[in-house]
């Protein structure tokens, strides 16, 4: 069983209704062992849109990383993502951030994520529920990296949080 650390986001119309399915489809596939809770959050690139609303869950899972992979990517059409560019508004945007201590850099994939570190709304929900979990490129405990972290977005706890059906 590999444990994964994957982040949440949308930031367009119902967005926690996004995140729910997105919460809901993953638990039907592997067992979510924790999440954080939802965070409101400014857009990074492109200011004129809704912000967002991001949380982080650990799973653990028998899929290889690529099938995983390819599962998120099916899963992120299945639940409304348009293609937009980079920066621009997401229905649903599911990022793995971690997966067991992989290290993975292709074209279609880089694990650790490659921007986690620079990204409060990545970090501040991900030490909520994993405060100890080694960053496995900068060795770093996700607290530390969180404290080194100079992104000054806005990162705000809302009352939302994940129902658990099951």
């Given amino acids: 069983m590999a444990k994964v650390f994957l982040g949440l986001g949308s930031n367009v119309g ?3 209704g996004y ?3 997105a919460y809901d489809e993953i638990s039907l596939r592997s067992k979510i062992i924790s999440s954080s809770a939802i965070y409101e959050t400014e857009p990074m690139g492109k200011m004129k849109q809704q912000n967002f609303f991001n949380a982080v869950i650990e799973i ?6 690529d099938e995983l992979f390819s599962f998120i990517k ?7 993502r348009r293609a937009r560019g980079k920066w621009e508004s ?3 945007d599911i990022d793995m951030l971690l997966f067991g201590n992989e290290i993975i ?11 986690m570190h ?6 501040i929900p991900f030490v909520e529920i994993a405060p100890n979990i080694i960053h496995t490129k900068l060795q770093q ?9 100079t992104d000054n977005h806005s990162v705000t706890k809302t009352h939302y949080q994940f129902q658990h059906f099951k």
Avoid: W, Y
């Fill in 14 to 16: 119902e967005r926690f």
């Fill in 19 to 21: 995140l729910q399915k």
């Fill in 60 to 65: 653990e899972t028998n899929e290889t990383l």
């Fill in 74 to 80: 099916l899963l992120e059409k299945k639940i409304g």
């Fill in 90 to 92: 997401r229905e649903i």
């Fill in 105 to 115: 850099e292709t074209e279609r994939l880089t694990v650790p994520h490659k921007e």
């Fill in 118 to 123: 620079k990204r409060k709304f990545v970090l």
């Fill in 141 to 149: 405990s996700m607290a530390s990296v969180l404290k080194d972290c």
